[in-house]
């Protein structure tokens, strides 16, 4: 028997995907809007922080010690984004330079496969991760504008969180994915379904952990960029670590 799978409506979307049975990875989304990197080839380093560069479509943003960059010969092609031990405030950031092309109005798909080769440590600092869909970018995540992501917190760091915040209420820090226990090193296959905005759906390797609310919305409150974020703010000892690896990102959604 094959590895792969068709759906000719996949999760109700009303459009079909061809994806792996055992990893549930879809490998052939067939949307009017198609977004995919698996950060293959030679191009090792990224934009310098706050640019952007012909042909490639990420931007990175990097406060102090924090590092973007594709790893050397790794297999199937992964970014890294890190924090050193260093006492300060750091940032790593990969997104699309604030260019919020995707719409949460147009069923909108988002899929990531993600380790956490490091988790955030702690300290008196509060390092964290997120990564998911979001809108321009903020140092301070609770205040980025609208967001829906996977979040990792250095107080609790094998525990996964699910939040939403549509600019009109957020569901911030409290919505655990129950049954999942984040280890340094495994990877995981992580999906954001919006294709119903009223109940937006946090997969993890094909098992639903979290439903949430982003109805809320008006305007261009709705659009968003993929956003992947380690970050640690600085107080007393910022000597926190985080290191994020990203296999792959696929992103679909329908036309408007």
Known sequence: ??????????????????????????????????????????????????TVESGCPWSTLIVAGGAAAK?????????????????EAQIAVLDWNDQVSLSLAQGLIFEARVRMSVLPTTGTEDSQAVFGLASAHNATLDTVATNAWFRIESAANTVLLWEVDDNTANNDD?????????????????????TNV?????????VLKGTGNMDGFTGVTDKVQ??????????????????????????????S
Not at 26 to 40: A, C, E, K, N, Q
Not at 199 to 206: E, M, N, R, S
């Open 1 to 50: 028997m094959g590895k792969t799978r068709a759906n000719y409506n996949w999760k109700n979307t009303g459009f079909p995907v061809v994806y792996d049975k055992t990893t549930v990875e879809s490998i052939t989304p067939m949307f009017p809007i198609v977004f995919m990197d698996d950060f293959l080839g030679g191009d090792i380093v990224l934009p310098a922080t706050g």
């Open 71 to 87: 790893v050397a010969g790794a297999i199937n092609g992964v970014v890294q984004l890190a924090l050193d031990a260093t006492d």
């Open 174 to 194: 409290d919505n655990t994915c129950a049954g999942v226990t984040l280890a340094a090193g495994d990877y995981h296959i992580y999906r954001i379904d919006a």
């Open 198 to 206: 009223a109940a937006v759906k946090f997969y993890v390797d094909g």
């Open 226 to 255: 993929p956003y992947f974020n380690v970050s640690k703010a600085h107080t007393t000892t910022s000597t926190g670590l985080g290191t994020m690896l990203i296999d792959y990102v696929k992103i679909f959604q329908d036309r």
